[in-house]
């Protein structure tokens, strides 16, 4: 692994494997960090690279985490049955949480067979009365964010950014290239979080996080360039193939 420190952190990563460990490990340091009797809220996304992600730790993490400590989110869901091939809670159902030893109550998954207006407020609640407020907002110990060939982050697509600065916590929102409705979490709570952690792998991300790391070519317009936390931590875990356009000396400034 290469470490490039770059004000907030890049750390790039010869294999998906060794990503994978330096998330994982992540978690098992915020749990441990967690005062007893409090839970590590965290919020999954959807993708390939973080399907790669759960298959490692449900293997490799199976009881290096106290998973009965953890409370699994999700950043965004497609507005489907909990049981089709596009729901992100499935996927993260198949490659992680059936393979672990979570209690069900604490795993909270989005109802992407609701109406989706109905289900964003009340995902919003659930967020609302399960994850700790910081100045009156849920402030989630973890938020997993994957980057889209596009630039769009969770259900956050570029020419939708006013959904990223919605008042609101939850936003009904769309994939522009499906039509396909989405239940997204917005900037609110992302920018909220005490760590948001960016994982991409591949050479078709690279171009983006040239583009989103390095500001170059209208990089204000892509929703993941917005993903500033306020307080928080943000962590780019990158493969080779991801980082390959990033200059050598390349900084991060979160102004
Ligand atoms: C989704 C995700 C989306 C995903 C990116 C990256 O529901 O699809 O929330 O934001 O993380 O599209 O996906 P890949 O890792 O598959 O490119």
Redesign the pocket.
Known sequence: MRTVEMGNSIKIFKTGDQLSYFFAEKIVIGIQQTPQGNHYSIAL???????KVFEYIAVHFKTKIDWSKVFVFW????CVDPGSDES?FRMAKESLLDMVSIPPDNIFRIYGENDPDVEADRYSETVRCHVSLQRDVPQFDLMM?????DG????IFPGYLPLFNSTKLCEVAE?PYSKQK?I?VTGQIINHAKTVVF????A??AEMVYRIIEKKDGWEKLPAALVKPEDGELLWLLDEQAANKLSPNSKYNDE
């Open positions: 996304s959807g993708g390939s690279t973080p399907r950043s965004d869901e497609r992100n964010l994957g980057l889209g060939d769009h982050t969770v259900s994939n989405r997204t994982l991409v792998t591949g078709s991300k």
